[in-house]
């Protein structure tokens, strides 16, 4: 693969998306959860040492969360409830891209600063009409984290689209440390997706 920097810049800046399915670990069995869609961006700066172990850092956006449904039973016109809540980070993960060829391996962790968590919730009537409602989460226990570590690892392939060098995969992260802390369930976020990246410079 012809990289897209001369011998004299070892540096490279990429681009990355990716979309996955998130869900928090919960020790209570009453929680109907589901997985949501959740998204990460970030801005990747990849340094070459002429091996092929290449150390990165970035800087990008962190979303992830759970969802949960619920089905009413009873004489109200309220069919089901689905509530959506989202935990937003701004991130910097360190790692190590290992190459094999055109394939790479890439595990990460990172410090992610918490800036938001909120609610939508989608109220569904048994006439199908539905209505929205979005809020910031607030807890009835414990305290929120204000950082988080986020662990991921990465596997796909570089391939060249015209003079662009792009990378796709898939990508899964687990939380080492719990999004609510003092609470007795198990709160880790977690997910699963695919990557999409291309290379700036």
């Not at 009873?74 to 394939?103: Q, R």
């Not at 048994?126 to 570590?149: A, R």
């Amino acid at each position: 693969m012809q990289p897209l920097w001369t011998q004299g810049n070892k540096t490279s800046l990429a681009f990355e998306y990716s979309p996955n399915f998130s869900k928090v670990t919960n020790a209570s069995i009453l929680l109907n959860q589901k997985y949501k869609l959740s998204h990460h961006a970030l801005l990747r700066l990849e340094y070459d040492s002429g091996g092929k172990i290449v150390p990165t850092i970035g800087l990008g956006f962190f979303n992830t969360g759970e969802s949960f449904k619920t089905e009413i039973r009873g004489e109200s016109d309220l069919d089901k409830v689905k509530t959506i809540d989202s935990h937003n980070y701004v991130f910097i993960p360190l790692g190590a891209k290992i190459s094999f060829g055109n394939f790479f391996v890439l595990p990460e962790i990172g410090l992610g600063i918490k800036i938001s968590s909120t609610t939508k919730t989608i109220n569904t009537f048994d006439n199908g009409e539905t209505s929205v409602e979005s809020s910031d989460n607030t807890l009835l226990s414990g305290e929120y984290n204000k950082f988080s570590i986020p662990f991921s690892l990465s596997i796909g392939k570089e391939f060249i689209i015209g003079s662009l060098t792009c990378s796709a995969g898939f990508k899964g992260y687990y939380g080492i440390n719990e999004v609510v802390k003092n609470v007795p369930r198990s709160n880790h976020y977690f997910g699963l997706g695919v990557l999409l990246g291309v290379k700036l410079l």
